[in-house]
């Protein structure tokens, strides 16, 4: 695959006996050095029939900054993969072409990689076992790793985040995070894939930042990005994919970008509203630290174009401003949705509190804020999904809960962010008319799939769909019948120019004809062309509630609710906006462990004993409890890790009984099944109801196995509550020899173990939005499992591929001794002495016990 | 060792899927079946290492299904199921019995007649378990015979056929391209 012909490094040097000869002798001229360069370069899917994308030829220069810019689909992606050589080393796909790398990209980690989705592209749990993983892969010695890792964290602005676990960072530090992770292994070249695609403005324009500061320190870049628009001064050229997976045009970027802006919308790349970049090359390009100001100016020439093109005038004027408790209708305006004192919790943690606000009749209202701040939940509540925890929510002048299930399906329509939790039915065209019509499409049904351009994939899995085809289905599918709302939770979320614009322009007609839409967004852009009205959430509460007008003119709001990308991407700013995130963020960070068992402040000998030899002994102990079968053993065996966990794990009493009392009611059962199914000995007193047959024997037989299982419960918990499920991890590759794939695999699968249980509340949620005839339908577990399932193979795929965009593969990944570790897992003598001593003291409790 | 980096995180992540499905199947099997006659009970226990047979149906490897057997439970436990460290030995037994299943067959074949008996063969670890562990042994031999039928047929039924199902609607959605079930089923058809 690699080679073949004449490689650029022959090439560049031919180049650089021409120029030698004709300039001075003793000056060396510059050449460019490619560091990667592709020639006739076509790439095809496993299971494909068409190749994603042919005939790419490119070069890419040591310390250029590269945008690539297409449709969704087009294979930016999967070309920018295959420079990472992650094609087909970890996604399968036939190359064909020419691919040649320059020697000092072949090492692993050398090509760093940020991928989209924030939350695909980690395998570890805490910051520092992240950024040391990469380091593992490229067999650095442990004492050598800190040093490594303090830089890149300061790069980035986390270094106070050191031993914090990331799963409770915010999108944008997710981001940055995986940007030092890359850093650590001093790339030759980054590659960051829509980074900011799941990110508000905010945390966007923070990743932005860090781009600069790269692009400054003189880093290769190679950046997929729809938001490309600040990023434009940054960049030196930009390569123009089409639909059907060519380079159609590659060059400096004003200049292409300005030449070909009618070709870009056609496309569908940008929004026809949108306007090309100032054809100028402007001082940013030749000097880049001179910036800010000047890119700030020609953001200021694009972000906003022409202002307001919104509807009808008559509601713009609606609403009192800013504080709350507001209200936004007027007198005589009727109010579609209201709200009072509203209140949310999740368990203990507060979402938003004190939220009052109407949103009118026939209103477009944006709810608008920073991840994290509730604006989901609040169109949840207002779609009867979620449940207040105090407050009232009326709709139509009717609360909500008194709306029968039935009339309320009819009266709105919902829309989730992901739309696959909403399918139930695996064919498009059986979904989108909510039945099984196989062959026989109805033609208003075949209209409807025309107008969404979904007319040729009628017999297709809605699963199969592409991203803006799926977003498509579903809102085709919210126009079937016709409603009095429409609330659509993002739904220009991750799709190109082409479906946003599809989406929007449906939306605007049935605004016009009266109903009123909700919907949550980050594009203030979208905002501002359609959104009468706004509500703006910080965490914690409403901040502003009124009209779109009023909100843009009101800086202050929307730079607390981190609204405003269009700044400049500056700097400086940066450090202070990782700052002010300090505060909120360090108190989630310190959560618990498994996600399910709380962490211990105080700390037992027990956590200094190796966790796998703790498991396998344990095991060992439980084994050897088995064979308790009278009441006295059975006590005394449930006894003994009740006693360690309160001595040796240190576990306050009250915590003990807490974590075994939900069993009881379980325990309780199985003593009953004994009680009326045991067998006994003739002669026996037992009591006959229907069936069974009770007995005291039985009931003693049922108390010991109760006992016996609860002993299995007790040592399990000593055992979680002494054990750092890494070390454990890490010691399975360290101390028995597996193979890190399989260790560190493993890791990182369990770090999704809490992310199903929020993905199962609202794929339920979405289940109770179906209407009654296909209710049916949607409780049969292939519909929950399909979901669900896709969605875990996915995030399967992702993870892996980001693991070995780190180095992760070969030796590293094959052999225990192929990495170096940054946690060692030690054995001593004393967890020999502990397991065994455990196994001796059950033993012997059995023999002296009768 | 042939495994793919992409076939043990898809394992993993599925046995997280699974553990918690077992965690809500544990107290539906005691509860609505269990205290009705433990016989019955049998008839759902299949579901227990569904993911044994769906995981090795997708990634197809020796040991998949053990593997996922072990891994599953053990989230089970790690959730706090109420069978406590017991759930993992489950996971070993029943997961030793799909594999035995699949390893009958060369790790070769995965139709519906080879699923169905990998399932089988997993309610064979799962009597055995539930004879010793469980307090089998104590009731009587009719119930004991019915129960390992029942748990037979809900194995092939659950383990077998189920995850099968389940898993040829993943390939029909086309997220499975990337994995041996999607080549083989381009190969062979199977």
Known sequence: MKMGGMSPTERSSLLFSVLATSATPLVTPIVPTPLISLKDVTITYEGADLPVLSGINLDIFRGEAVLFLGPSGCGKSTLAMLCAGLIPRAVEGQVTGQVWRHAELERPGSIGYVFQDPDTQFCMLQVDDELAFGLENLCIPSLDMRARMDAALTAVGLSTFKRARHEHFSGGMKQKLAIATALTMSPGMLVLDEPTANLDPRSTQQVFQQIVRL??????????????????????????????????????????????????????VVSPWQNPPSPVTSDAQIHPLAVSRTSSETQQGWTFPGGNTRGTGSQKTASSVSQVPAVCATKGERTAFALWDGELYYGVQRVWTGVSFNIPEGSFTAIVGPNGSGKSSLLQVLAGLQRLTSGTVEAYGKALKDWKAKERTQLLSFSFQNPEYQFIYERVGDELANRMVGDKVPAEISQLLAEFGLEKTTQQSPFALSQGQKRRLSVAAMLRDSHRAYLLDEPTFGQDAHTQQVIMEKMERLHEAGSTIVMTTHDMDLVRRFATHVLVLVPGKLRFVGSSQELFTQPEIMQEAHLLADQAVAEEDSDRGSCDSVADEQQQV???????????VRRGWTHSLNPPWHLLFTLGAIGVALVAHSLAQALAVFLLPVVLMLAAARLEPLQVVKRLSPFLAFYILYVWSMTAYAKVSPGTPVIHILWMHLSFPGFILGLILALRMLATVSFGLLLISSTDITNLVVGLSQNFHVPPKFAYGTLAGIRFAPLFQSEWVKLRQARQLRGKDARWRAMRPITYALPLLTQAVRMSERVARAMEARGFFGPPADLPQGRTYYRSVRVHWWDFAY?????????????VIH | MNWKLRDIVLAVIFSVVCGAIYMGWDWLDNLVFGTWSPALQGIVNGMWWIASGLVAYIIRRPGAALFAGFASAFFEFAFGSPYGTGALISGLVQGAGAEAGLMLGGWRHYNAWMMMLSGAAGGVGNTVQWLFQYQGIHYSFSTQVGYFVLTIISGALLAGLLAKSVADALYRSGTLNNFAVAMQKRVHGQ
């Open chain 1, 215 to 268: 692009r400054r320190q003189g880093q290769t870049l190679l950046v997929i990005e729809h938001k490309f628009e600040a990023l434009v001064p940054w960049m030196d050229r930009v390569v123009l994919f089409n639909r059907g997976g060519q380079v159609v045009f590659s060059g400096p970027i004003r200049e292409t970008l300005t030449a070909h802006w009618h070709w870009l919308v056609e496309q569908g």
């Open chain 1, 835 to 847: 397991g065994i001593g455990l196994m001796a003291v059950v033993a012997t409790l059995l023999l």
């Open chain 1, 590 to 600: 310190s959560s618990d462990q498994w996600g399910v068992v709380d962490t211990q």
